[in-house]
């Protein structure tokens, strides 16, 4: 924090619908700021393709040290299909704020907001309130860039580290302590793995079965990959906490996502121990950039995650009080039953935007 007590707040807008779903993002911060104690200081900064492009580049060294001197860091989103790296990979600084502040614990909060369509059936009456940790940091992505390539065959490795299974685990276990103490939900953490086949998954569970021993008050069990895959679309609202390796963790929220009405509803949050991103799940979808069309609550959402996260952290109950504002803010608009393009309405970014501010 500066000396005026303002959070510092590094904004990376980045590509596609990235810009247009944070400058709402602001807006509903400078409103929360205009009507609390609490004070932002945002500093802007390029990332992702267009930059690369510009550069060859994806971010510049002044972003990324922006970022460490920031309090919290928020992020649009990243990428066009239509830029690449040498080797044909998308532009993803994203990924790479992950790997350089060791952000291991990806966030995907899944809650079905009131008013808002599910394509589960009973979804409507019984609720899905549930959190998706995806370790962000190696599995399956650890080899990101270094696959080997040949003529008859293509190579990834797989890693999974005691150091971060253990941080990542004890921070799934605490997330689910704070939930039960919030009334949020309750019913434990589920440790989805493929145990049964790979070692390395093993391992992962053997880890996660250490650190239930010292979190007794939260209910602990596990499921294989695919049996949650088929659980979630089945019965969503009996999960809480979901904690899960960087691939698997990919495809699960993309999947919980699409439960609570699509990818413009859904926030997250890649956090470490020092350092956290906030943005939306969805990427830079271009099929809709420019038309007004980006449906913002996601990256408005992920702000009230980063207001949790500096209450967390800096212990300023006002910014627990607000992200909780805002959240109810949020509900209320959906209550009152406005409907986004995403799914089949006729609001676009600024009604939405608007109402939320109403709301506010
Ligand atoms: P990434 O690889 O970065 O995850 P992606 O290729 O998976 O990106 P997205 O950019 O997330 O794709 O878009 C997937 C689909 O969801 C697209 O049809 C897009 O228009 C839609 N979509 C994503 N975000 C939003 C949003 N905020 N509002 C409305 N529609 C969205
Ligand atoms: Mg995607």
Redesign the pocket.
């Known amino acids: 924090m500066s000396a005026n007590n303002a959070l510092h707040v590094a904004v990376l807008g980045g590509d ?2 990235g810009p247009e ?1 944070m400058a709402p993002a602001l807006e509903v911060l400078r409103r929360i700021e205009a009507t609390t104690d609490l004070r932002f200081r945002f500093t802007e900064a390029p990332a992702g393709a267009g930059h690369y492009k510009e550069t060859g580049k994806s971010m510049p060294e002044s972003t990324i040290r922006l970022c460490e001197e920031a309090d919290a860091i928020l992020l649009g ?3 066009l ?1 239509s830029v690449r790296y040498p080797d044909n990979t ?1 532009i ?1 600084p994203q990924i790479e704020l992950r790997m350089i502040f060791d952000l291991y614990a990806g966030v995907r909060p899944a809650r079905l907001i009131p008013g808002v369509p599910s394509s589960i059936v009973g979804a409507d009456q019984k609720g899905i309130d549930l959190v998706v940790i995806r370790e962000s940091t190696e599995g399956l992505f650890a080899s990101m860039g270094k696959g080997v390539v040949t003529d008859s065959e293509a190579r990834e490795t797989m890693v999974i580290t005691r150091h971060t299974s253990e941080r990542l685990f004890e921070f799934s276990f605490r997330l689910a302590e704070r939930r039960k103490a919030r009334g949020r939900a309750g019913g434990g953490l589920t440790c989805v793995d493929k145990a049964n086949v790979f070692k390395a998954f093993a391992f992962f569970r053997a880890i996660f079965d250490e650190t239930a021993t010292r979190h007794s008050g939260v209910k602990a069990d596990h499921l294989y990959i695919d049996a949650a895959a088929a659980a979630l679309v089945k019965r969503p609202w009996d999960f809480d906490v979901m904690v899960t390796e960087n691939m698997f963790g990919d495809i699960l929220s ?1 999947l919980t996502a699409g439960l609570i009405g ?3 509803m859904a926030p997250s949050a890649d956090i470490g121990d020092r350092y956290a991103v906030f943005q ?9 950039m420019g038309q007004g ?7 408005i959402l992920s702000t009230a995650m980063m207001l949790d996260w500096l209450a967390d952290k800096h212990g300023l109950d006002s910014a627990t009080e607000a992200g909780q504002r805002i959240e109810r803010a949020v509900d209320k608009v959906y209550a009152d039953g406005i409907k ?3 799914f089949g309405g006729s609001n676009g970014t600024a009604d939405v935007t608007k109402a939320v501010l109403a709301a506010l």
């Open positions: 596609g619908i779903v989103a990243c990428g299909p998308e993803a993309d699509g990818m413009g939306p799940c969805h990427g830079t979808a271009p099929d809709i069309k980006a449906n913002p609550t996601a990256m986004p393009f995403e």
